[in-house]
């Protein structure tokens, strides 16, 4: 065996070493967390992807929240409002790790190719983009709805007004970075104004970018093959093939490790910070039962081919299915219990009222009905409530023969 192999693994120790990786093995402490443990959190995922779904918690409040427990929301906020955190495209919008700026910052001048209707765009409306830029550098940093347009027309893309397209196309290009969110608006500022001791005479090559990118994944996943990489790093813009040939690069000059996995056709990658992790999750031990409610776009499951896979849990989300055809509701939150996605809730937080309502939760076909699963089930779900504003608890429905009213008991 070679110093940077770990040997033959069983198949259970991929879906293990990613939940321990992911921070979603130890329960949460006691005490809120603080922001040190977000930042620390955050930097574990690589990447926290933001949408804007609010029937309960935000997703990257929510998926914070199933790592570390109870925080003020407005501790994310402060992270990305102090530059500890920075807003940019990885998996999809996310909240990134300050420590990647300067990886991130090569993808936005160098790695993302132009598409021709984005650069045709920029060249017919340059008297536009050179405005909106300037009115930035004047007054500060500005959001899209400081942009009024007089005569309420829009832009032809998604309906949106040109000022918001400019502003968009210039925070992929890295002119307009968003140091902050207002009411979850993305506020744009000038990058010497948010990085003000970072220069762009300093940034690495693309290769170096996609390399530390590449490694920061690999820690994210526990064990890794190069499309579940690609996917975690999906709008950076490389491909496949590139993906698998600086992976196998980085393990020959021992910067990842390599395992081979029961079932894998090819080997699993290991980030050095996760061998004793990966030694831990092969062990026949199962894991200590803790159970967590997922954001639909947590990392665990976003990837929903790899969640098919490790999990035998397929999920989708049907908030853009017509009503009608829902089969599980509208935001529907996976349940983690122990090292299995063991069902789905449809939740609803009433703010006003002070209820936490779950229309109905649906157990996976096989689970099985412990008095640990139900008792983790109910504390978390009233723990979520609480930390939510909304203390009641009301299971309206589940196929499950008598889990709501255990679970409202």
Request: proline content about 7%; overall charge positive; charged content about 25%.
């Amino acid at each position: 065996m070679s110093p940077t192999d770990l040997g033959s693994v069983p198949a259970h120790t991929a879906r293990r070493a990613l939940l321990a990786a992911q921070g979603l093995t130890a329960a949460p402490g006691a005490r809120a967390a603080t922001p040190a443990g977000l930042l620390a959190a955050i930097r574990r995922m690589h990447s926290l992807q933001i949408d804007t779904i609010s029937v309960v918690a935000r997703s990257p409040y929510l998926v914070l929240w199933s790592r570390v427990g109870d925080y003020d929301p407005a501790a994310l906020e402060g992270l990305l409002a102090g530059h500890r955190i920075f807003e940019y495209w990885s998996h999809a919008a996310c909240f990134l790790h300050a420590d990647d700026w300067p990886a991130y910052r090569s993808v936005m001048l160098h790695g993302r190719p132009s598409h021709p209707w984005r650069a045709t765009w920029m060249a017919n409306h340059r008297e536009l983009v050179t405005a909106v830029l300037d009115r930035v550098r004047t007054e500060g940093p500005l959001r899209s709805a400081d942009f009024e347009r007089p005569d309420h027309k829009s832009g032809g893309w998604w309906d949106w007004k040109e000022e918001k397209i400019a502003l968009g196309l210039l925070f992929a290009g890295g002119a307009l970075p968003a140091p902050r969110r207002d009411r979850f608006q993305r506020v744009y500022d000038l990058p010497e104004r948010v990085f003000p001791d970072w220069s762009d005479a300093s940034i690495p090559t693309l290769d170096e970018a996609h390399a530390a990118l590449i490694r920061g994944a690999v820690r994210a996943l526990g064990i890794a093959r190069p499309e579940w990489v690609q996917n975690y790093l999906y709008t950076t813009w490389m491909k496949r093939v590139r993906v698998r040939t600086l992976m196998q690069r980085l393990a020959a000059d021992g910067e990842l490790l390599t395992c081979g996995v029961q079932g894998w056709k090819e080997p699993g990658y290991v980030h050095p910070e996760n061998a004793a992790l990966v030694e831990s999750a092969a062990s026949g031990r199962r894991p200590r039962t803790r159970t967590a409610i997922l954001s639909p776009f947590d990392p665990v499951t976003w990837d929903r081919a790899r969640a098919s896979e490790l999990f035998g849990f397929d999920y989708r989300i049907e908030c853009y299915t017509p009503a009608p055809k829902r089969q599980y509701g509208y935001f529907t939150l996976p349940i983690l219990s122990g090292d299995a996605l063991v069902g789905r809730l449809d939740p609803k937080a009433h703010r006003k009222l002070g209820v936490f309502e779950v229309k109905a939760i649906h157990l996976e076909p096989g689970t099985q009905i412990t008095a640990a699963l139900v008792d983790g089930l109910r504390d978390t779900l009233r723990r979520m409530a609480a930390w939510h504003g909304t203390p009641e608890v009301v299971v309206r429905h589940s196929p499950t023969p008598g889990l709501a009213d255990a679970l409202n008991g």
